[in-house]
């Protein structure tokens, strides 16, 4: 396929809408009491309700009710008070019942929406609904002797919870739908609805993406691409498709609507040619479920326990700790890293220096060691008293330096060995006067060009006191110090 | 007659069904019958009648729900009883991406 050059798609504007399904962290599947195990040997988590036995009836989870009642007020979407099942018929071998349990007309929740930046400029993309779902099982089409002839199923899967997420057609650029698709995920991860491990397929992304002519007011016809399976075949796959379509329209082609697959190998979405009655789901009320209610008084239980989402926790950092933008950004990434900040800022007092701690030093040592915050073998409360030694002048940045990885190592709180070590930095003035006057009696040379203008022989000099102090002279006590005595 | 025989295929396509040409002349005639009937049923007024598709009873918003408790499924033995072409613990079935 012909790709359009850039100075083409220039011309266009792309519209870009995602569909993102996510699994919701119950233990058990959305309508029967099968557990949910990732890995298990196949066919051993299921059921009559998911096999779809004859007079099996599925019986929702409330648990998979209030996750995905949580990720609704998450996306600042309104929970509708009442809300409604129904069958998406189909024929697949991995949907054993024939047809999905979805939601169609009165979904549980719609209007909400994500705000984004990209390049700085803040943008609010709209969610258009939020509804409940099961999954289907797996098809396996390779790897077996006789794969040639047959598909092996695992229904395993099958009856999952899901929620379908589907977006307002407001993204522009491969980077928003990029940038809507991390910021969503992260909210869900905060709230603790989903893993959303992309990995284990806990968060599905589909775009719809279309082009049209700048400045054009009607959308292009769009083609649904399938199997964006992590976060750069997202951007890879949709603008591969932005240029497609380009070349597709100025060559005096016409875009047909479909249902296109992205191709990880070649980096091409390629048509799926579906049949064109494989969308007729002639959906209709599910007989076996009743409609679902959730009440204000419900609604409100659930809205008080969830905690603070990501995007106003980075807002309260830069107004409430004066941290920059990219800071408050990389500390509120995921929670444990968020509360981890948060302990540090308030055990030693001083915000701004506690995130240099933490997303400098800290972070190069978990880095090294292949550790995740949560496994820190510094205590968020050790780096604090850490934080607060040097913030007070007891502990110099320089052998701050040197006790971090000793801490590391040992799990040690920084005071016992500091001590032990004789670290603390020296409060006799005494004592730093004495290094001092004896730095200055030993390099003349240096003191008198020092008085002749040469000022840069300044950084030498307090470099000799700093090594005769063993790094435990404060430097600006030093600096002070050696100023007033060169006069 | 409200149906077309064209129709009865499509609707017996999507439902999966291989339907004898005596089969697609019986269905034409037992579907126009039910269209009819649902005709007759719209003629009765029901304004200010929620629609229902349900049968309801009074509860709390929570008595048709489960909690998250597992229980014990099936051993995979028996979850393959059934299967028509049992295979290394999976159902396995004809090769077919899609339906033809």
């Not at chain 1, 007891?394 to 070590?421: C, H, N, Q, Y």
């Not at chain 1, 040469?454 to 005769?468: I, P, R, Y």
């Not at chain 2, 007024?45 to 929620?50: E, L, P, Q, R, S």
């Amino acid at each position: 396929m012909e790709l359009a050059p850039p100075e083409l798609i220039a011309k266009y504007q792309p519209v870009i809408g995602l569909e993102v399904h996510v699994q919701l962290a119950t233990r058990t599947k959305i309508f029967c009491s099968c557990e949910m195990a990732f890995g298990a040997p196949p066919n051993t988590n299921v059921c009559p309700v998911c096999l779809a036995l004859p007079g099996a009836l599925p019986v929702l989870s409330m648990d998979a009710v209030e996750l995905a009642v949580k990720a609704s007020l998450a996306l600042h979407c309104r929970v509708n008070p009442v809300s409604r099942f129904a069958r998406k018929n189909y024929f697949y071998p991995d949907s054993p019942k024939g047809y999905q349990i979805s939601q169609y007309d009165e979904p549980l929740a719609e209007h909400g929406y994500v705000d984004i930046t990209v390049d700085g400029v803040k943008k609010r993309i709209g969610v258009t609904r939020v509804h409940m779902e099961d999954d289907a099982g797996k098809s396996v089409h390779d790897g077996f002797r006789d794969s040639d002839r047959n598909t092996y199923v695992d229904l395993n899967r099958c009856g999952a919870p899901l929620i379908e997420i589907v977006s307002e057609p407001d993204m522009r650029s491969s980077d928003e739908a990029y940038a809507y698709l991390t910021e969503l995920k992260q909210a869900l991860q905060f709230v603790e609805v989903s893993t959303c491990d992309m990995e284990k397929g806990h968060l599905r992304c589909d775009a719809n993406v279309s082009v049209m002519l700048k400045g054009a007011e009607k959308f292009g016809t769009r083609a649904e691409v399938k199997n964006l399976n992590s976060f750069r075949f997202l951007k890879l796959a949709i603008d591969y498709e932005i240029a497609r379509q380009v070349a597709l329209v100025e060559s005096g082609g016409r875009m047909v609507q479909e249902t296109r697959l992205f191709n990880a190998d070649s980096g091409e979405t390629v048509s799926m040619r579906s049949k064109e009655d494989a969308h007729d789901y002639r959906y209709f009320p599910e007989p076996d479920l009743v409609p679902l209610r959730v009440s204000d008084e419900w609604k409100a239980r659930l809205a008080a326990s969830m905690p603070e989402l990501p995007a106003d926790k980075r807002q309260r950092f830069v107004t409430e700790y004066g941290l920059r933008e990219y800071d408050a950004q990389v500390l509120t990434l995921t929670r444990p890293m968020s509360e981890f900040y948060e302990e540090v800022a308030s055990v030693s007092g001083d915000p701004k220096t506690a995130a240099n701690w933490l997303m400098g030093d800290l972070a190069g040592l978990l880095k090294a060691a292949g550790k995740e915050i949560e496994e820190s073998p510094v205590s968020a409360k050790h780096l604090g008293e850490l934080v607060a030694m040097v913030s007070k002048g007891e502990l110099t940045g320089k052998s701050a330096k040197d006790v971090l990885p000793k801490m590391f190592e040992t799990g040690e709180a920084p005071g016992p060995i500091v001590d032990r070590e004789g670290l603390k930095t020296m409060s006799d003035m005494g004592a730093v006067e004495k290094i001092i006057d004896d730095v200055i009696a030993a390099n003349p040379k240096q003191v008198e060009q020092y008085k002749s203008g040469k000022t840069a022989v300044m950084g030498f000099l307090v470099g000799q006191v700093m090594k005769a102090s063993r790094g435990q002279a404060a430097a600006n006590v030093v600096n002070d110090m050696l100023k007033t005595k060169l006069g | 007659m409200k149906l077309t025989e064209k129709e009865v295929r499509h609707v017996a396509n999507l439902a999966n069904l291989n339907l004898t040409e005596e089969e697609v002349a019986k269905m034409l005639v037992d579907l126009d019958g039910i269209l009819e009937h649902m005709d007759r049923l719209k003629e009765i007024n029901t304004d200010g009648v929620a629609p229902m598709s349900q049968v309801l009873f009074d509860a709390g918003d929570t008595a048709s729900l489960r909690a998250d408790v597992p229980m014990p499924s099936l051993p995979n033995a028996d979850a393959l009883l059934n299967a028509p072409q049992p295979g290394q613990g999976y159902f396995k079935v004809p090769k077919v991406i899609e339906r033809s």
